[in-house]
């Protein structure tokens, strides 16, 4: 079982859906979580940090479920610049030695 | 410009031949790391270094060394280069204190034959 799992899609959603996705862990040690964003073939760029209380910035919305151990991430009012692949990112060693899914795609279809 | 500059961009090279990729950061951040992505697979860590002169293996460091003699410098180097090294490479760096909050380079994509 991979440490840190994810759907790969796609999510094929018309513009203006809200979308979720989620990412499950396997070590419970794990403390800090987080959401990248990566457009093909390009860097991964961080979209945000998940807190135990949640957080929120602008449209996207993501929650951390330390019971089920999962993570997930909200997309309100998706946009054609949202199409990209989703990464999350788990710590369970150290925020150094991090553990990455493999991502989850999304395309946005006008 | 903050930025982390990786280079090449693309590498195509024969098995055997020695090769460097080159990175470099200008934000005096502490932390630097060496990633591959395979399709299917996440990011994995090659290697990564806390500060000057202190470097420790990641998830799959073998075949791989790098070297952190100055802050801003981590070049990744593959003294015998093998096919199954063929792969999307990533450089990225992050202030010690900020753990997981990543900023990475524009990638190199290196082609073994």
């Known amino acids: 079982r991979k440490e840190v799992e994810q759907d790969p899609g796609p999510f094929n959603v018309p513009e203006g859906a809200t979308v979720a996705f989620n990412c499950t862990y396997s070590?419970?040690?794990?403390?800090?979580f987080f959401w990248y964003r990566q457009d093909c073939r390009k860097e991964p760029k961080l979209l945000m940090s998940?807190?135990?209380?949640?957080n929120e910035d602008g449209r996207f919305t993501a929650q951390l479920n330390r019971a089920s151990q999962y993570i997930s991430l909200l997309i309100r009012d998706s946009k054609l610049s949202d199409s990209a692949t989703y990464l999350c990112?788990?710590?369970?060693?150290?925020?150094?030695?991090?553990?990455w899914g493999a991502g989850t795609k999304l395309i946005i279809k006008p | 410009e903050a930025q982390v500059t990786q280079n090449p961009r693309y590498l195509i090279t024969v098995t055997g031949k020695k090769l460097t990729v080159t990175c470099s950061q200008n934000?005096?951040?502490?932390?630097m790391s060496w990633y591959r992505q395979d399709p299917g697979l996440g990011l994995r860590q090659i290697y990564y270094?806390?500060?000057?002169?202190?470097?420790d293996k990641g998830d799959v460091p073998e075949g791989y060394k790098v070297s952190r003699k100055e802050k801003r410098n981590f070049p990744l180097i593959l003294e015998s280069p093998s096919p199954n090294q063929t792969s999307l490479y990533f450089c990225?760096?992050?202030?010690?204190?900020?753990?997981?909050?990543?900023?990475f380079g524009s990638g190199t994509q290196l082609s073994v034959l």
């Open positions: 990112v788990a710590s369970p060693y150290s925020n150094y030695q991090l553990i």
């Open positions: 270094s806390m500060n000057v002169e202190v470097t």
């Open positions: 070590n419970s040690a794990s403390q800090s």
């Open positions: 934000m005096n951040h502490e932390y």
């Open positions: 990225a760096s992050s202030p010690s204190i900020e753990g997981g909050k990543l900023f």
């Open positions: 998940v807190y135990s209380s949640g």
